[in-house]
């Protein structure tokens, strides 16, 4: 039976002190990601953090400021590249399957990688983001 494990992207809101990640990040859309990935009870659910690549939920981190958004492609491609890696340290990337639930910039580089993935929110804008998952997780 293969692993699933979500990807949830990092936002900009965030608490001003150091918390557990499930908790850091304040946005609406997070929470709803969260709630909807929480739902879906999987192996594993991580934040991609534009900071520390990948992050589980009960890591306790300081607040920051960096989004991929403004990072040249290079840097992108490397922040890629790392975040592979620790995937690969946590579970098998052949024998996984990913769900995203992160925007384009956070998962361009990571999909070459991985052979099982689904992308629920794809081609959506936020506010229809906001709606598919108020649906699914009500």
């Not at 290079?74 to 890629?80: M, P, V």
């Not at 999909?111 to 959506?124: A, C, Q, S, V």
Request: hydrophobic share 40%.
């Amino acid at each position: 039976m293969r692993n699933r494990i979500v990807l949830i992207s990092c936002v900009s809101q965030k608490l001003p002190h150091c918390a557990k990640v499930r908790n850091l990040y304040t946005s609406t859309l997070f929470k709803l990601s969260l709630k909807y990935a929480e739902k879906l009870a999987p192996d594993e659910i991580f934040v991609l953090s534009a900071k520390h690549g990948l992050l589980k939920l009960e890591q306790k981190i300081e607040p920051y400021e960096q989004t991929l958004n403004n990072m040249y492609l290079k840097e992108i491609k490397l922040w890629a590249n790392h975040v592979i890696t620790q995937i690969r340290d946590v579970c098998s990337v052949e024998d996984s399957e990913f769900i995203f639930l992160a925007g384009e910039k956070y998962r361009k580089y990571l999909l070459p990688h991985l052979i099982n993935y689904e992308l629920p929110l794809k081609g959506l804008r936020i506010g229809e983001q906001l709606q598919k998952l108020k649906e699914m997780t009500s």
